[in-house]
């Protein structure tokens, strides 16, 4: 293994909370149409599926987003990336880096505001998302993938310890333009 | 395989842009500029009176226009490098070790305005979808094909035969397919001339072509006769167009097969990336000594119509040593386990079932005479077909077995009216599942499934096996057994 990573343990950013509280209240929106649609016709279904998203919506903006922030804890290493997440079911999912088959790296109009991006693991015949990173740790996860694999397509049976380069990816620290991190 | 990165593919081809734009959405447009230009006055109305579908259409248009402006493709040392998206910004580096197959497609309108599409696929991701797919020049796109072949030479290359494409053809053909392409044309047809001129071409011409033939048979079963053969030709020359000039060649470490007359398909699969051969024979292909082979992988198939061919129907020393010599994967066969013995009822179970059925169905028409010829007719057909189906579950009991080589286990079994032999790598086998019913075990017996790695957890099933033979056969060459 030719790099390192200086910080292996990433905590999503507090920014992300944020972004998923924009995008929850937006997606009120449609759904407020419809009500009123309903409401023209049937005023009691209405209000009685108005009050459950109401409380819908605050129990996540209040509760799930910001729990669930917490409980989502990334970590890399040499030969796996682990995923960490849920509130009262914990999922722990470990990736060997060598099954990830490319990467892809995604930034939503909040997301680039906030300079956050999601990295999508593109793994053989499903995929998993590290949402809500710093886009530098983002740019630096998907240089340091891309860069492992064109390393093994030089020559698979290469590990001369000796090649090892003294610069290491720094994930996560660094900070970025907005003085986080 | 390395490429200066440079900017030439910076720029997909427009092309790419108009596939997404319906003719009826350009047509809108223009008619919206018409009568720009012709009532400039008016327009506040005209707009107001297009409304939502104008509204519609220039989204459409807009935002195709801008998801073209937005999409760079480039070929770095890294890999393909992919940056698009208008709200949402995709950027992404498929790496040339991960690619497991590229193919390049043109049709009659996209050689109009020289464009080629060029699709890269890996074993990444869930959809049935490439990875990477888009429109270039014809130049850019021989570029690219350049640059995956490299400065090798071919080791081995297979052209089929053309009576073999004809046979193909005319097994595959869907005749709803070929009634998809009538329906429109009838339809029209009737519109302008009328029906009762329609109805007289169609009756006259059938009176006239299956007057000898169809002396027996009712006008209702004559007409659906023919537009079910008119429509399988159809559906024949569609496939035989899509499969002519077919050609398959190795050429390092990729198999490269292209095929289509008016289409052109060129597929570049890489050899690793395989995750079973398969050499299929069909009962008429065994009575004319024919086989054919096709390949499993995780790409494969995701064009509309494409089976993974790699030879198509040919004799038998061709496609088995060509088989051989193409993929590298042995076809000797050692320690053959064959089906157990005395199981020949499971094989022709349902069939038998069926004919017996059919036949007391025909017995019992001739006892009731207010059954029409048509319909008795038509149990006829299906009694054929069943016959046949019968014969060829027998012949595929007598052929039924597992074995292994150096390299791969071979499983020979039936999927529908096709003897497929698999050979699966050893490397691309999840596990091996052994199941058995009540009556097979107290027979001894079991049905193994092997799981074989692609998309959609693909498996091989092969029935009535003796138990014990099989799991020394697998576990002679550590495959994982899950026993039920």
């Known amino acids: ?181 | 395989m390395r490429m200066e990165k440079d900017d030439r593919f910076k720029r997909t081809h427009p092309y790419s842009m108009l596939r997404h734009i319906k003719i009826y959405a350009v047509l809108l447009v223009l008619t919206i500029v018409q009568q720009i230009f012709l009532r400039p006055d008016e327009l506040a109305a005209f707009i107001g009176s297009l409304g939502l579908n104008a509204f519609y259409v220039l989204t459409v248009l807009f935002y195709f226009i801008t998801e073209y402006t937005n999409r760079v493709c480039r070929m770095t040392d890294a890999g393909f490098e992919v940056k698009s998206g208008i709200f949402f910004k995709r950027q992404y580096i498929i790496p040339y070790r991960k690619m497991c197959s590229a193919m390049f497609y043109t049709n009659i309108i996209s050689m109009l305005f020289n464009a080629e599409s060029v699709s890269v696929d890996t074993a990444g991701g869930v959809r049935r979808k490439y990875d990477f797919s888009a429109y270039f020049s014809r130049k850019k796109a021989n570029e690219v094909r350049n640059f995956i072949e490299g400065d090798k030479e071919p080791e081995f290359i297979f052209r089929s035969r053309i009576t073999s494409i004809i046979l193909m053809s005319a097994f595959w053909a869907n005749p709803v397919t070929g009634i998809i392409f009538m329906v429109p044309v009838i339809s029209n047809v009737n519109r302008i001339l009328g029906s009762e001129t329609v109805q007289m071409i169609i009756m006259g011409s059938i009176n006239q072509q299956w007057k000898v033939i169809a002396m027996w048979i009712s006008p209702a079963a004559a007409l659906l006769a023919a537009i079910i053969l008119l429509s399988w030709a159809i559906s024949m020359l569609n496939v035989f167009l899509r499969y002519v000039r077919f050609k398959s060649v190795r050429l390092g470490e990729y198999i490269i097969t292209s095929k289509g007359l008016l289409t052109r398909t060129r597929s570049y699969t890489r050899v690793s990336c395989i995750s079973s051969v398969s050499i299929d024979q069909s009962l008429f292909m065994k009575l004319l000594k024919l086989k054919s082979c096709t390949v499993t992988m995780i790409s494969a198939g995701r064009q509309k119509g494409d089976r993974s061919l790699l030879f198509s129907a040919d004799s038998y020393d061709t496609v088995q040593n060509g088989m051989t010599s193409i993929t590298g994967i042995p076809n000797e066969e050692r320690s053959v386990v064959k089906r157990a013995k005395m199981s020949l009822f499971s094989y022709i179970y349902y069939p038998l079932i069926i004919f017996i059925v059919l036949l007391a169905l025909i017995i019992l028409s001739y006892r009731f005479r207010f059954i029409a010829n048509s319909m008795r007719l038509l149990l006829y057909i299906f009694i054929f077909i069943v016959v046949w189906w019968l014969m060829f579950r027998m012949f595929a009991y007598s052929h039924s077995r597992i074995a292994v080589n150096d390299k791969c286990l071979i499983v020979c079994t039936f999927k529908k009216m096709t003897l497929k032999k698999h050979y699966i790598p050893f490397e691309m086998i999840q596990y091996a599942e052994l199941n058995h019913s009540p009556f097979q075990k107290r027979k001894k017996k079991c049905t193994m499934i092997v799981s074989v790695y692609s998309e959609n957890k693909r498996s091989v099933k092969i029935k009535q096996l003796p138990r014990e033979a099989a799991v020394r056969l697998l576990s002679s060459k550590d495959i994982v057994i899950v026993e039920k």
Request: glycine share 8%; proline share 4%; with cysteine.
């Open chain 1, 1 to 181: 293994m030719k790099k390192n990573f200086y910080k292996p343990r990433v905590r999503i950013s507090p920014a992300a909370v944020i972004i998923w509280r924009i995008d929850l209240t937006l997606l009120m929106i449609p759904l407020g149409i419809i009500l009123i649609l309903i409401g023209a016709f049937v005023p009691v279904l209405a209000a009685v599926l108005g009050i459950v998203a109401a409380a819908a919506y605050f129990f996540g903006m209040f509760f799930y987003i910001p729990m669930y922030c917490k409980n989502l804890i990334y970590t890399f290493d040499d030969k796996y990336i682990t995923i960490k997440r849920g509130i009262i079911y914990k999922r722990h999912a470990m990736i060997p880096v060598s099954s990830v088959q490319y990467c892809i790296l995604v930034q939503g109009v909040l997301q680039k505001r906030f300079k956050r991006c999601t990295v999508v693991l593109m793994l053989a015949g499903s995929f998993m998302l590290i949402s809500q990173i710093k886009l530098n740790e983002g740019r630096f996860l998907v240089e340091y993938l891309t860069s492992l694999q064109m390393e093994e397509e030089k020559d698979p049976n290469d590990t001369d310890e000796n090649d090892v380069p003294d610069d290491t990816l720094n994930v996560g620290g660094g900070g970025d333009a907005d003085g986080e991190g």
